[in-house]
């Protein structure tokens, strides 16, 4: 079982302030705004704060990252929040299940951390 953050509108901005120009504030919320504005389209403020982390404070690549968003919002979760899991883990598994664990917590961890700083 992996964890899943808990985020909000608040913490997006706050990531957006953080990581962009000043002067850039406004387009990447517009670009955000993007994703979540179809009612299909699920967690809105974690995949955006997926996007961010995705785009490490490039403008283009967070249009990119909005874009597979759009096509399939699971893909920026998971390689936002277990970069790791996602990098060594095998499709159909092939770890133990401490090994699993240790890469689930590490992951989380990276992902708290990146979420936190100020």
Do not use: C
Request: glycine share 4%; no cysteine.
């Amino acid at each position: 079982m992996q964890p899943v953050p808990q985020v909000t509108a608040t913490d997006v901005e706050r990531i957006v302030r953080r990581d962009f120009p000043t002067e850039s504030y406004n387009a990447v919320m517009a670009a955000l705004h993007q994703y979540g504005a179809e009612k299909w389209q699920r967690e809105k403020h974690r995949v955006r704060l997926a996007v961010l982390k995705l785009s490490k404070g490039d403008q283009e690549e967070l249009r990119r990252q909005i874009e597979v968003a759009k096509s399939d919002y699971r893909d920026v979760l998971a390689y936002a929040e277990y970069p790791s899991y996602m990098n060594e883990i095998p499709p159909g598994g092939g770890v133990s299940p401490d090994k699993r664990r240790q890469i689930i917590d590490q992951d989380w961890l990276q992902y708290k951390d990146w979420l936190n700083r100020k």
